[in-house]
């Protein structure tokens, strides 16, 4: 007889379906699974088995093989544990076919049978309910971000032994841990920046018209400031945008438990120093996303672009207009998306500017020619952030709040 259980691999954003298959037949005794390269198969047998023994569910000393199709997929990290050691179940008749039928399984197990969360199960679930699944199993830590595909059942498990009891009808299933809470993320409000009048009006119409903006300005005038602050006047995501985002950060591995569904755009600032694999997307085996594709439907903050390598800000072009980022790996190449909107921040000069400035124009022209002409071209807007001085941040009222920006940007 042969087990079969369903689970699903995801490679970049991209959800593939695994069939695993289980078949204890004559031969050494030994799990063994094909189908799935390198070092993650040989731990995964040991955790697998070991789960097994811990639930007293001990294999019969003969060749036990397990399969992982299509074998061409990349299958990076231990999301199929589980999958595995419910096909090896159903194989010894310890559960039946029907109780796993229409039904898929993703998450790590460990050494003592509990189950444990996995990066990528908002996208697994949202392919899975296309394929025609009716119900996941994952670890609790997973079950809510699962419950954000709402046409699929989940089944959130602390432990195999539990799964075991709830496929057998001995045990109830429990129910998905609600989400934290649907509030807005409180972002931060244009109400916090006083004056800029030329550098906020560039921030409205930069939201206005999904402009790039890169704002010019000595140290400490409130750029960073003012970048942060763009989210807050962009219309909010309507709910794909948002699952777009959420399957990002869920393939990230940075998505909490509980985390509600965020309709407010990222905001992302990566430092300068940044490698190109931080940035773009990269990582050994499957590429996993940058800062770049976090930042994908709202806005990357590049602080202090003169200082970025200009490799890098030119390896961000082709990305920011196309709007996808590929990374090749040995392994596989992945496509992230990326529609980000760019808000750069410079000083004017090497040494910051203002009054005390004595930079000659050749020091201003080699400083400037650093950032790199494509992406220059990609920068729309460019207003001048005047340095506040005491007086002005004694005088001057509470800026205007962002929902009073926000609701002439949407109209
Ligand atoms: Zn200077």
């Known amino acids: 007889m042969v087990g079969r259980a369903h689970t699903v691999a995801v490679v970049g954003l991209e959800p593939v379906a695994v069939t695993v298959e289980a078949h204890v037949a004559g031969g050494l005794p030994g799990l063994h699974v094909i189908g799935s390269a390198g070092s993650a198969a040989r731990e995964a047998t040991d955790r697998v088995k070991t789960a097994l023994a811990a639930i007293g569910v001990t294999l019969p000393s003969r060749k036990a093989l397990v399969s992982l199709a299509p074998a061409e997929t990349p299958k990076a990290g231990a999301r199929f544990d589980l999958a595995m050691a419910v096909a090896l179940l159903c194989e010894q008749g310890e559960i039946t076919a029907e109780s796993i039928a229409e039904t898929a399984f993703v998450g790590e197990l460990a050494l003592d049978a509990s189950v444990r969360g996995v990066p ?6 949202a392919a899975l309910s296309a394929w025609g699944i009716r119900r996941l199993v994952v670890a609790d830590a997973n079950a ?5 595909v709402t046409d699929l059942g989940v089944l959130p ?5 539990e799964l075991v009891g709830v496929l057998r009808g001995e045990r109830s299933p429990r129910p998905v841990p609600q989400a934290a809470g649907v509030a807005r993320r409180r972002l931060p409000d244009l109400s916090d920046v006083r004056g800029q009048a030329e550098a906020r009006r560039a921030l409205e119409l930069a939201a206005a018209g999904g402009h790039h903006l890169l704002l010019v300005g000595p140290p400490g005038c409130g750029k960073s400031m003012l970048a942060a602050r763009l989210p807050s006047i962009l219309p909010p995501l309507d709910r ?3 699952l777009e985002v959420a399957a990002v950060r869920s393939v990230a591995g940075l998505i909490s438990d509980g985390e509600p569904l965020d ?7 990566p430092h300068h120093s940044m490698s190109a694999a931080a940035l773009l997307g990269g990582g050994s085996g499957v590429a996993r996303p940058g800062a770049l594709s976090l930042a994908h439907r709202g806005v990357l903050f590049l602080d202090e ?3 970025w390598g200009r490799a890098l800000l030119e390896s961000l072009r082709e990305p920011v207009e196309e709007g996808v980022v590929r990374v090749a790996r040995a392994r596989a190449t992945v496509r992230y998306p990326s529609r980000v909107q760019l808000v750069c921040a410079a000083n004017p000069c090497p040494c910051g500017g203002g009054d005390s400035c004595a930079c000659t124009d050749d020091a201003i022209w080699g400083y400037r020619s650093r950032l790199s002409g494509p992406l220059a071209d990609r920068l729309d807007l460019a207003p001048h ?3 506040l001085t005491a007086d002005d941040l004694l005088a001057q009222q509470a800026g205007e709040p962002s929902a009073a920006v926000a ?5």
């Open 385 to 387: 952030v005047d340095p």
């Open 240 to 242: 794909p945008a948002a």
């Open 305 to 307: 672009l003169f200082e």
């Open 120 to 125: 990528g199960v908002l996208p697994s679930a």
């Open 407 to 411: 609701t002439r940007v949407a109209a």
């Open 157 to 161: 498990v602390t432990s195999l032994d």
């Open 144 to 148: 809510a971000e699962a419950a954000l």
């Open 263 to 269: 309709h407010a755009p990222p905001f992302v600032a």
